[in-house]
């Protein structure tokens, strides 16, 4: 056990001539987080340190708590962000007051969209000088945070602690779980513990409403609960009458360790199932009633059960849903707007069990034709991987642009690394996605094989998460005895974003690969739709070529000469890091293998992969992209915006209906010359 603190250490204070409290600080506002921290089971807080919490930092590390430095907050709180996905822990993250706090706001925001139970310790200013902005780093984050937590509280007094972060635990814990944000000001250090003998607590001893332990041994596991008999009735029958129902589970079948619960479910059910973010593999994807996406037949479903899924936008909203069976961990996520036969409310966990034990209970048993409905879909599905295979082969190596330029293609190396992540780690390897580009080819792609595999910003949709994350789930896997690497798939835009606190998984030897697709910007793709390949529809002095106060213009892009895998000598003082440059297609795969060999025994990798410029996400000749570039003139459009436009909004605008049918081109198929009908300037993507 580590050494602890002589604040924690009652024996070790008895041996002391003067007791503790008569040269210092005791008890401390920093005591109490630590020992509240500890009765919940924290063995990591992730952070930066700053002036206004230095009592509370230190007194977390001297109770035998691990800190993790980061350089920037905004990678810490991720880092606590993917820790708690994959452990399915409350993770604890810090920040300093002001500039701190600022900089934890976006992944606060993330955790809060990805229902992550993190509990944020804020330093705070002294409540006297509150709106003067005349002390330093001025900043109240309990109130910039309430849009951003569960809940967001500002403490003055030391005594109010452990109440306090007790119940910050149990709220960020139960669903909709969610950050929760504690500003420890600095009155915490002026106000004295025995100034509460002077105040409520001189006539209630007991703080309001905690004691240590209070749920005795269940103090660290989550509150859970269970649905309305009556409805798991209800929804066993329809379950089992229905004759092509569908399953899609989402981040709370994760959140809830629910895997064997579900397994048995969808065994004893026959209904096909697909995973969606946090949910992918909460049963293994090489289970045969799983389904990558919704089946081409997918107008036939009669039944859908999402399963601890937020219907949102990345869901249509449900539209084109049948009747559905709603599975929800809170009565927040019971969506409206479907069409609903039966809403089971409780953890994802328990709910199955009592639709398993209902389903057996009554002696349910699976029709024909429900056989016959999962056998269509184990067919559906094996065609559609071999359909996926085949497609990214014919952009590999042969084809005649990857043969003759230094560059690949985001679709040729999504198969590789799902045949490489097969052969090498039997599909274990867990993946974050930054990179817009490369999420869009990858996602059908990837197999995982156990829950919270697939890390995301969720709803969030951000840039430069993948850093921290990456980070986060290494150290939540090897707390668990992994070392299996952890493949980090960043844009280049994600690695200018956050790429410096690299040096904290090389400090920690962590098997991360830090993939870069780099594209030369923030998906510069989109010009080829939309601005013209010389970003010929901004200004002039903007457009490539063009000259700004003696500067060369490129765009909205960045030089094709980073080297990202440089990075590897400008870290390397803090431990083994490994860079590498891959542009050949017929080189991926080994290298790939070498970079997993090398995080696996030694540390980082940072493999820089340079990926042809031409492909963009396919949304982004869709409806929605459609709908943002609206503004740009249609003469000005390129070919594919043109059609894209026509094709997505004839509707909005009656001209485009008389327009002849447009086709809408394939987004994994690079441009020809004849489409845009002039030359790209930068010679490197021609
Ligand atoms: C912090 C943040 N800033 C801006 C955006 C808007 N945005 C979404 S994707 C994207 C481009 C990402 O570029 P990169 O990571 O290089 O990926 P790729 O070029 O491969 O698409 C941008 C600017 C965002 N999502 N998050
Ligand atoms: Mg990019």
């Known amino acids: 056990m580590a050494k602890l603190g002589i604040e924690f250490d009652e024996e070790a204070q008895k041996k002391l001539d003067v007791p503790l409290g008569k040269r210092e600080l005791y008890p401390s506002t920093g005591k109490y987080v630590a020992e509240v921290l500890r009765e919940h089971g924290v063995t990591i807080a992730w952070g930066v340190p700053?002036?206004?919490i230095w009592h509370f930092v230190d007194a977390i590390s001297r109770i035998g708590i691990k800190l993790v430095i980061f350089g920037h907050e905004q990678n810490a709180v991720y880092a606590a962000e993917a820790y708690s996905q994959v452990t399915q822990k409350p993770a604890v993250a810090f920040g300093t007051v002001g500039p701190g706090t600022g900089n934890a706001f976006s992944p606060m925001q993330q955790a809060f969209l990805s229902n992550t139970p993190i509990v944020f310790l804020a330093g705070g200013i002294e409540q006297e000088h509150d709106h003067l902005y005349n002390t330093i780093q001025e900043s109240i984050c309990a109130e910039f945070f309430t849009h951003v937590t569960k809940w967001a509280q500002r403490v003055f007094y030391p005594w109010s602690v452990k109440q306090f972060l007790t119940r910050g635990f149990r709220i960020a814990t139960s669903a909709p779980m969610g950050p929760v944000a504690f500003e420890l000001g600095v009155d915490c250090l002026f106000m004295k513990d025995e100034a509460r003998d002077h105040y409520w607590g001189a006539f209630f001893p007991q703080h309001a409403d905690w004691m240590p332990n209070w749920r005795q041994e269940e103090t660290q596991t989550p509150i859970s609960s269970g649905a309305d008999p009556a409805s798991v009735e209800k929804a066993a029958k329809a379950i089992m009458e229905a004759k092509k129902p569908f399953i899609i589970l989402g981040d709370y079948a994760a959140w809830d360790q629910a895997g064997p619960e579900l397994e048995e479910f969808v065994n004893l059910t026959q209904i096909p199932f697909n995973t969606r973010r946090l949910g992918r593999a909460a049963i293994s994807e090489k289970h045969p009633l799983h389904h990558r996406g919704f089946p081409r037949f997918r107008d036939e479903f009669d039944l859908m059960i999402p399963v601890g899924l937020k219907v949102g936008f990345f869901d249509g909203y449900a539209g084109g849903w049948p009747e559905s069976v709603q599975i929800a961990p809170c009565n927040d996520y019971v969506w409206t707007y479907v069409n609903t036969k039966a809403s089971l409310v409780g953890n994802t966990k328990v709910v199955i069990k009592q639709l398993n034990d209902c389903i057996k209970k009554n002696g349910y048993k699976v029709s024909?034709?429900?056989?016959?409905?999962?056998?269509?879909?184990?067919?559906?599905?094996?065609?559609?991987?071999?359909?996926?295979?085949?497609?990214?082969?014919?952009?590999?190596?042969d084809h005649p642009r990857y043969k003759s330029r230094d560059i690949m293609h985001h679709g040729y190396m999504s198969q590789i690394i799902r045949e490489v992540n097969e052969e090498l780690y039997g599909g274990a390897v867990r993946v974050s996605i930054d990179g817009y580009t490369m999420s869009d080819f990858v996602m059908p792609y990837l197999q995982f094989t156990r829950p919270a595999s697939c890390l995301t910003a969720n709803d969030q949709a951000g840039v430069g998460h993948g850093v921290g994350q990456a980070i986060g789930a290494a150290i939540g896997d090897l707390e668990n005895g992994s070392r299996i690497p952890f493949l980090a798939l960043m844009g280049d835009s994600g690695m200018f974003n956050a790429a410096m606190d690299i040096h904290v998984a090389i400090m920690y030897k962590l098997?991360?690969?830090?993939?870069?697709?780099?594209?030369?910007?923030?998906?510069?793709?989109?010009?080829?739709?939309w601005y013209g390949p010389n970003w010929d529809i901004l200004g002039d002095q903007d457009v490539v070529g063009g000259e700004w106060l003696g500067a060369k213009m490129?765009?909205?892009?960045?030089?094709?000469?980073n080297h990202f895998e440089k990075l590897a000598d400008v870290f390397a003082g803090n431990g083994d890091v490994k860079g590498m440059l891959v542009n050949r297609s017929e080189k991926f795969k080994e290298a790939l293998k070498e970079a997993y060999n090398y995080a696996e025994k030694k540390g980082p990798v940072i493999m820089n992969c340079i990926m042809d410029q031409q492909l963009v996400n396919k949304a982004v000749i869709g409806p929605v992209y459609s709908l943002m570039y609206a503004h740009i003139p249609w003469h000005e459009l390129p070919m594919r915006g043109k059609h894209s436009r026509r094709s997505t909004l004839k509707r909005w605008f009656p001209e485009l209906a008389k327009l002849p049918e447009m086709p809408v081109f394939d987004a994994w198929e690079p441009l020809t010359e004849?489409?845009?009908g002039y030359e790209p300037k930068m010679d490197i993507f021609k």
Not at 368 to 396: H, L, V
Not at 554 to 561: F, T
């Open 50 to 52: 700053g002036g206004h």
């Open 368 to 397: 024909r034709e429900r056989q016959e409905w999962a056998d269509r879909c184990k067919k559906s599905m094996s065609e559609g991987t071999s359909a996926r295979a085949a497609k990214a082969y014919k952009y590999g190596p």
């Open 511 to 529: 098997p991360i690969v830090y993939l870069v697709t780099n594209n030369c910007g923030w998906m510069p793709g989109m010009k080829f739709p």
């Open 554 to 561: 490129m765009g909205e892009e960045r030089s094709y000469d």
């Open 674 to 676: 004849q489409e845009y």
